[in-house]
């Protein structure tokens, strides 16, 4: 069975959008976990990030390149 482990932390909603789209146009299987609690009005999400993506861990060089990707992108 395939060990199911949090890849990286999403600082918003665009990132995970933009990181779905991307990993599902490489056909790589994922979740993306927000860390939205609406009893506490997003303040979790402001300690711990937007929220995750896990996948197996045969994935994480590959997702963490194509987030690393992203950052060069969005910083440039």
Do not use: C
């Given at each position: ?14 990132e ?61």
């Amino acid at each position: 069975m395939p060990e199911i482990s949090r890849m990286v932390t999403l600082r918003n909603e665009v990132e995970a959008s933009i990181m779905k789209a991307e990993l599902e146009r490489r056909g790589i299987p994922h979740v993306i976990r927000s860390f939205h609690d609406s009893a506490y009005d997003g303040l979790y999400q402001m300690q711990k990030g937007w929220g995750v993506i896990e996948a197996d861990e045969e994935h994480r060089r590959e997702i963490e390149e194509v987030y690393e990707d992203l950052r060069q992108q969005r910083s440039s």
